[in-house]
């Protein structure tokens, strides 16, 4: 398959919502964004950040300290969440380079279509959870950058926005 180009910040498309995915041949997409996001040393890679304004994303959290653990979320669904915060550094392939401190419920229950059409519901939690969330956030035109007080997004945007120059 092939890697795809990642949209970096401020594009305008990764501040768009995602449509539902409806009846659509995905095989071939799927495989480039697990190899964009493998190629790109990431975890997650939601379909926005390729150019496609589809509900889906790819994400693995494992493979870097052992064995893979591939997982592809179409149409997902946060359907609870766990009420206690947690705050972590993020980072987003479409923002290199860049941490930006998010709090984020520590655990999910979410709802999605797997790439062979079944429908799953199941929990997870800890950096898993933070990842899922992260990506969702791709599919409703959310990135790092607003989950941030107004104060500290000015300063770390304008910073980022000097290494683009």
């Given at each position: 398959?092939?890697?795809l180009a990642i949209l970096q910040w401020p594009d305008p498309r990764l501040s ?103 429908i799953h519901m199941a929990d997870f939690d800890g950096f898993e959870a933070r ?35």
């Amino acid at each position: 398959m092939a890697e795809l180009a990642i949209l970096q910040w401020p594009d305008p498309r990764l501040s768009q919502r995602c449509a539902p995915v409806e009846n659509e041949r995905l095989d071939d997409l799927i495989a480039d964004m697990f190899d964009t996001m493998y190629g790109a040393q990431g975890r997650g890679l939601a379909a926005p950040q390729v150019g496609v304004m589809k509900r889906l994303f790819v994400m693995d959290v494992t493979w870097k300290e052992g064995p893979p653990s591939p997982m592809v979320m179409i149409n997902p669904s946060i359907m609870a969440v766990e009420r206690v915060p947690v705050v972590m550094e993020e980072g987003c392939l479409s923002i290199p380079g860049v941490l930006v401190p998010v709090t984020r419920p520590v655990a999910v229950t979410v709802q999605w279509t797997a790439a062979e059409g079944d429908i799953h519901m199941a929990d997870f939690d800890g950096f898993e959870a933070r990842c899922i969330q992260h990506e969702f956030d791709h599919l409703n035109g959310m990135v790092t950058f607003d989950r941030i007080d107004a104060v500290a997004r000015a300063r770390i945007e304008a910073e980022y926005m000097e290494t683009l120059t």
